[in-house]
């Protein structure tokens, strides 16, 4: 019954953001089309995060120009291929082991532009092997992703798009799954200083392996109304609404609202800073403890500084509540041991401070340099843990530096060097365990 119930609030939730936000769309004039179209600015939120290297939002349907993608149909075969020595490749175990790791990830996508239309379809296939004194690890991965976008009018872009990702859960060779994330996306320019964005994004993970039955399914609803209030300076609220329900762990089962105001200012021609604010109220469909709720203020902000045509630099504070189980790390190029490990699954829900910063410089044309260090303290409390009721109280941090040659507009080769450290909670000898290492690679990236 508390289940059903949970499920009916969020419903209605749900519901009433999408009506309002149609509503609010729909019943707007086209009142200003002898403007031409606004140029996309990469959407409202791109920059904010920027500088974690793991927590950056893209926008799949941010408007693309002839340059991008020509007047004709293309094909475009890639193709990667990166081999390196990880001084600890059992993050976290007690016992370390020193391993070689490699990748190799060929693919071909197809895109067709035409007229108001552009469609994408991609493949890639990925096998990586991890061989050391102790592991021996082989991973394959078959990623699917397709998109649409649709200029509708001068002011209403519509978009949608499919990934699929079969795989291994990374470091965990022999545990299959199949990760499915379906979005849809609806932009209008209600006025010269208004933009509306509205974004569906459904995820199905299927968990197929003999040890767990992690199977869920996530729904949220978003909505975004940036507002150019100066040239320089663009603020507006935004609303989030989600739903995740697993099918064995209904202690995990949630609804969550979080709404909120982000906004983004120029300083100067090479300076923006953005920031964000809001409340996160997640409920749980079972209680755990005494407790079926998480309330939380969540926020941050940005840098992004130009010196100068070659130096870009950027630093980023988030304080966010983040789930035990992130998908995010299926859509990482490289499932090895890069820019924070998973977080423990044991737990509902973790407080997150991260602060990052990175750094690129275009020596010249061939030539680049670049370098990111992340910085994560996480907790959570004995009553989110649904296996051992322990808490969990840890630092970690992960830092590197990188170099990229261009040959061409088709080829480039990049060499990277990373440390990263994970601090566990000396008074619990249920958290995680420490771990040191150092990853040495280097490969090269072929786009046509």
Same mark, same amino acid.
């Given at each position: 019954m ?9 419903v209605a939730l ?5 009506i ?11 009142m200003?089309a ?14 904010i995060s920027?500088?974690?290297?793991n ?28 081999q ?11 016992? +370390?082991?020193?391993?070689w790791?490699?990748?190799? +990830?060929?693919g071909?996508?197809?895109s ?8 994408e379809?991609?493949y ?26 649709y200029?509708?009018s001068e ?16 470091g965990?060779?022999?545990e ?9 996306q609806?932009?209008h320019?209600i ?6 964005s ?5 995820q ?5 392996s ?10 949220g ?5 940036p507002?150019?209030?100066? +040239? ?5 609220p ?6 995740r ?7 995990k089962?949630?609804?969550q609202?979080?709404?909120g105001v ?6 100067g021609?090479?300076?923006?800073v953005?920031g ?7 409920e749980f ?11 939380e203020l969540?926020?941050g902000a /940005?840098?992004n ?11 980023s504070?988030?304080?966010t509540?983040?789930?035990t ?15 924070l490990? /998973?977080?423990?699954r ?20 061939? /030539? ?12 959570a409390?004995?009553k989110?843990?649904?296996?051992h ?10 830092s590197g ?5 261009r040959f061409n ?40």
């Amino acid at each position: 019954m508390r289940k059903s119930n949970l499920k009916r609030r969020g419903v209605a939730l749900c519901g009433l953001s999408v009506i309002a936000a149609f509503l609010f769309l729909v019943g707007t004039p086209a009142m200003f089309a002898d403007e031409g179209t606004q140029a996309e600015k990469g959407g409202f939120f791109s920059g904010i995060s920027k500088g974690l290297s793991n927590l950056t939002s893209s926008n799949l349907f941010s408007e693309l120009s002839p340059a991008d993608v020509g007047f004709k149909p293309r094909v475009k075969p890639h193709f990667s291929f990166t081999q390196g020595y990880n001084s600890n490749a059992r993050l976290g175990n007690k016992q +370390a082991d020193s391993a070689w790791q490699a990748r190799v +990830a060929p693919g071909i996508g197809i895109s067709v532009p035409s007229g108001k239309l552009y469609t994408e379809v991609d493949y890639t296939y990925g096998f990586s092997t991890t061989q050391g004194r102790k592991t021996h690890a082989n991973i394959n991965t078959h990623n699917i992703n397709a998109l649409a976008r649709y200029d509708l009018s001068e002011d209403t872009l519509i978009g949608v798009g499919n990934n699929i990702q079969l795989s291994e859960v990374p470091g965990e060779p022999g545990e299959p799954f199949v990760l499915e994330t379906a979005t849809t996306q609806v932009k209008h320019r209600i006025g010269p200083k208004l933009t509306a964005s509205l974004t569906d994004t459904l995820q199905f993970f299927g968990d197929k392996s003999q040890s767990r039955q992690n199977d869920f399914v996530d729904n949220g609803v978003s909505l975004q109304l940036p507002y150019d209030a100066t +040239a320089d300076l663009s603020v507006g609220p935004t609303v989030t609404w989600n739903i995740r329900d697993f099918d064995k762990l209904e202690e995990k089962s949630y609804w969550q609202l979080q709404p909120g105001v982000m906004a983004t200012y120029r300083l100067g021609p090479k300076t923006t800073v953005g920031g964000n604010f809001g409340w996160s109220l997640r409920e749980f469909d079972k209680k755990q403890g005494n407790n079926d709720t998480q309330s939380e203020l969540v926020y941050g902000a /940005n840098v992004n500084h130009k010196l100068g045509r070659k130096f870009i630099w950027s630093v980023s504070y988030a304080k966010t509540i983040v789930d035990t189980f992130d998908t995010g790390f299926v859509f990482r190029d490289t499932p090895v041991s890069s820019t924070l490990d /998973n977080l423990d699954r044991e737990f509902r829900v973790l407080k997150s401070h991260r602060i990052g910063s990175s750094a690129t410089y275009n020596l010249n044309e061939k /030539n680049s340099f670049g370098g990111f260090v992340d910085f994560q303290f996480i907790s959570a409390d004995k009553k989110d843990n649904i296996t051992h009721n322990t808490d969990n109280d840890e630092k970690a941090m992960e830092s590197g530096v990188n170099y990229v040659y261009r040959f061409n507009r088709y080829i480039t080769f990049d060499v990277l060097y990373s440390f990263g450290r994970r601090f566990s909670a000396e008074s619990n000898p249920r958290t995680r365990n420490d771990y040191t290492f150092h990853k040495v690679s280097g490969g090269v990236n072929i786009a046509i």
